[in-house]
C-alpha cells in the first residue's frame, strides 16, 4: 500500500510539470517571434535571407512565419495575440486609425522604401524608348482601390506628367487605371488580353518577360522614391514587454539586409530557394536584382517623418485619406534607429 502511494505521488508530480510545458517533455520556448505577412513575397528578401541563412537563431530567437493573406488578416492576428510582429503596407495603419482602431499597431521598421510594382505592357506596342505620355488613350490594370500599387501609379501620372485618370474615356480623361481586376488576378487577366498595361509584382513581371506575353517598360519605384511600403508592426504592449526580442530580431533583419547586398547570384538562390521552392533559380535572380537595381530594400529601417507625409500625400491624392495620421502616434523609431548604420 505505501510502495502504491509513493508511486502515484510521483505520477501526479509528473503530470502538474507537464501542466507548465505545452507537452510533456518539451518547455514552451520564449524566444520564438510569431511573423504574420500580408503576402509570401520576394519583395521580403532580407527576412526570408535572414531566415534561411540562420541570422535569427544566431540571435537566440526562432520565427514562426505565416501567410495571412492581407492587410486586415494581419492586423486581426496582432490584436488578438495570434501574432507577435505583423509586415503589411504602412496604409493599413493609417485607415485602421481613421476607422478608430483604439489599439491600432505601431510601426517599429520599414522593410521596403519604395513602390514594388512594375508597370509591363504588350510586347508589340513597346519595341523602342518607353515614355508615362504613352500612355495617353491607354487602359492600365492597376490592382484594388486603395492599394498602393493603385495609389502610386494615379499620383505619378497626374504629378510627373500632368496626365488626366479616370475609370472610363470620358470628361477629359487621358489614361483609364482599371480597378475592377481583383489584385491577384490582374497578371492572368493581362495575360489573357485584359487592358494595354498592368503593374505587376515580381516575380511575375519577369515572367511575362520570358513568355514573351509582356515587357517591364517603368519601375514606379523609380519614379515615386522614399515611400514606406511594407513595414514591420506590433502592438505597443508587445514593445513595451519585449524590447530585446525586437532588438535580436532588427539586428538578424540587417544581417539578411547586407548578405542580399553583396550576394552572388549562386548565393541569392542558395539564401532564397528555401523560402521560394517553386521559383526557378534564373526568376529568382531576375526579381532580387531588380529589387535592388531601384532600391527596393530599405537600407535604413527607420521610417522617416518625410517619407509618412508623402505616403499620405499619394493616399489623398487617391481620394483614399479621411484625414491624416500623426507621425508620432503611428511610428516607434527606436529599434530600428539602433541598427541605422
Not at 508615362?132 to 501620372?157: E, N
Request: hydrophobic share 40%; glycine share 8%; aromatic share 10%.
Amino acid at each position: 500500500m505505501k510502495k502504491l502511494t509513493i508511486l502515484l505521488v510521483v505520477v501526479m508530480s509528473l503530470f502538474s510539470v507537464c501542466l507548465g510545458l505545452t507537452a510533456c517533455g518539451k518547455k514552451k520556448d520564449d524566444n520564438v517571434i510569431r511573423v504574420s505577412e500580408v503576402t509570401h513575397s520576394l519583395f521580403y528578401a532580407p527576412m526570408y535571407v535572414a531566415m534561411n541563412n540562420g541570422y535569427f537563431e544566431e540571435e537566440g530567437i526562432e520565427i514562426e512565419l505565416t501567410n495571412a493573406g492581407g492587410s486586415d488578416a494581419v492586423t486581426t492576428a496582432l490584436t488578438s495575440k495570434s501574432a507577435d510582429i505583423g509586415l503589411l503596407g504602412p496604409e493599413g495603419m493609417i485607415y485602421v486609425r481613421n476607422q478608430g482602431m483604439s489599439n491600432a499597431p505601431i510601426i517599429f521598421a520599414q522593410l521596403t522604401a519604395c513602390d514594388g510594382s512594375f508597370l509591363v505592357g504588350r510586347p508589340d506596342e513597346n519595341t523602342g524608348t518607353f515614355s508615362y505620355t504613352d500612355l495617353v488613350g491607354k487602359s492600365i490594370i492597376g490592382g484594388r482601390r486603395g492599394g498602393m500599387p493603385a495609389m502610386t501609379l494615379k499620383y505619378i501620372l497626374e504629378h510627373n506628367y500632368g496626365l488626366t485618370t479616370g475609370d472610363s474615356f470620358e470628361d477629359g480623361v487621358d489614361t483609364v487605371i482599371d480597378l475592377s481586376v481583383a489584385f491577384n488576378l490582374t497578371v492572368s487577366s493581362f495575360v489573357a488580353g485584359t487592358g494595354d498595361y498592368c503593374t505587376m509584382f515580381e516575380p511575375s513581371a519577369s515572367q511575362c518577360e520570358l513568355d514573351g506575353t509582356g515587357v517591364i517598360v517603368s519601375a514606379l519605384g523609380e519614379e515615386v522614391s522614399d515611400i514606406p511600403y511594407t513595414v514591420y508592426t506590433a502592438t505597443s504592449s508587445f514593445l513595451k514587454k519585449n524590447p530585446e526580442k525586437i532588438e535580436k530580431f532588427m539586428r538578424a533583419l540587417k544581417k539578411g539586409y547586407d548578405y542580399l547586398m553583396t550576394a552572388t547570384d549562386a548565393q541569392l538562390v542558395s539564401a532564397l530557394k528555401p523560402s521560394f521552392s517553386t521559383t526557378s533559380d534564373q526568376l529568382i535572380i531576375s526579381a532580387v536584382r531588380n529589387y535592388i537595381r531601384i532600391g527596393a530594400y530599405a537600407d535604413d529601417f527607420v521610417l522617416s517623418e518625410s517619407s509618412w507625409n508623402m505616403l499620405q500625400e499619394i493616399m489623398d491624392n487617391a481620394g483614399e485619406l479621411s484625414a491624416r495620421v500623426n507621425y508620432a502616434d503611428a511610428v516607434n523609431t527606436e529599434f530600428a534607429s539602433a541598427v541605422a548604420d
